[in-house]
């Protein structure tokens, strides 16, 4: 199987499926007040981020146009020992204080609180979920270990928890349900990303995953989880991309928290106030939001109608498969596992799949207007 994940791999990067960063560039220096920005939610249309330990439990909302502070929100029974990444899901916003430099933590906790609540007041009240990791046996004072985590999403209504490994600089990925209670985090995922992983981000439109972080040189990164992966929980079987940022930030850049914006092709990324000496030299670095857009979102490269409106059902499917959208098609294309072309159909919207063989496949529709969109098909 892994052989043919190859295949695909430069099957996607022939069509340019892979994520690309485009138009990098700095928006706004963040206030004082959070200097760490140490997790980023877009929400609202305000940008709501935090500071790590050593602050109170606030969240701070910050004007998206004009990087002024709006708002600060106290989490009234909750305790900032170390925050390290917000996120959200319908009805909730969920606070990370799972940072374990030390390895030592017993107590790794997730504060929820309702996003009413956030709207209409200062001062909230949340409920919390605990964790352990279910493969942590030792608790003894270490910088070397692979049990802190700066990083986590929303994924198919569970919270997917993202490690900062300083002893191999992978990440693993652990899952625990979003209701609260006490849970043993369960490991479904890991790569070898050689760096160490601070901030997370899912979109939901296009179903793919943005991580940020830095290597041992401070040159900051993002790692892209394309939405033609594999199907399961295992989310870096099929690979992944990185991408330096180096040519943007330069080195030294503490890179902290990303977050989609309102799940298009837009992201906003931020970076952590950083204060360093290199060879009696002393660099300052202020905290500072940067916004960037990756050019394979579909939402960028289609219209809007034709996004939204176009459909392919029944999916999975055993025989007859449906294309419905407003635009005009012009070319239908299916493509197997391995990237080779199986089928090719010209102004239709429904295609006969029944002598291909059971497996995932996918559907490559080019409009009229020659911009298009690649979807994944299970024939069973």
């Not at 190859?6 to 960063?21: G, T």
């Not at 002893?167 to 070898?192: E, H, L, Q």
């Not at 080019?366 to 024939?379: P, S």
């Amino acid at each position: 199987m892994r052989h043919k994940l190859i295949f695909l791999y430069y099957f996607l990067i022939s069509f340019s499926f892979f994520s690309q960063i485009d138009n990098f560039k700095e928006k706004f220096e963040l206030p004082s007040k959070v200097d760490e920005t140490s997790g980023l939610l877009f929400f609202n249309s305000k940008i709501i981020t935090h500071n790590d330990s050593g602050d109170s439990a606030n969240l701070y909302e910050i004007d998206s146009l004009t990087g002024n502070l709006l708002r600060t929100i106290s989490i009234t029974n909750a305790t900032n020992i170390d925050w390290e990444d917000i996120t959200e899901d319908k009805n909730h916003i969920y606070i990370g204080d799972f940072g374990n430099n030390n390895g030592t933590r017993t107590d790794l906790t997730i504060y929820k609180i309702l996003k009413s609540d956030f709207v209409n007041n200062s001062s909230v009240t949340s409920e919390k979920i605990t964790f352990s990791y279910e493969d942590q046996t030792s608790f003894t004072s270490s910088n070397n270990h692979n049990f802190d985590a700066e990083a986590f999403v929303i994924y198919e209504n569970s919270l997917l928890i993202f490690t900062k490994n300083r002893g191999d600089f992978k990440t693993n990925v652990y899952k625990i349900p979003t209701i609260v209670g006490d849970y043993t985090a369960t490991k479904i995922s890991t790569a070898n990303v050689n760096g160490l992983i601070t901030g997370a981000t899912y979109n939901l439109e296009d179903d793919s995953f943005f991580l940020c972080g830095y290597d041992i040189s401070l040159i900051p990164f993002l790692i892209y989880i394309n939405e033609n992966r594999m199907l399961g929980e295992d989310i870096f079987f099929s690979g992944f991309s990185k991408f330096s940022l180096e040519n943007k930030l330069g080195k030294g850049n503490q890179v902290e928290g990303i977050t989609t914006i309102n799940n298009t092709g837009r992201y906003y990324i931020s970076r952590e106030f950083v204060s360093t000496n290199q060879g009696g030299i002393q660099f300052t670095f202020p905290q500072k939001l940067y916004e960037f857009y990756d050019t394979a979102n579909p939402i960028l490269s289609l219209e809007k109608n034709e996004l939204s409106l176009l459909k392919i059902s029944p999916n999975p499917s055993s025989n007859r498969v449906f294309i419905n959208s407003k635009s005009i098609i012009s070319i239908i294309e299916v493509y197997n596992s391995l990237g080779s072309k199986v089928a090719t159909h010209q102004n239709k919207k429904e295609i006969d799949i029944s002598n291909l063989a059971n497996g995932i496949y996918f559907i490559k529709v080019e409009f009229e207007n020659h911009k298009n969109i690649v979807r994944k098909l299970i024939k069973f």
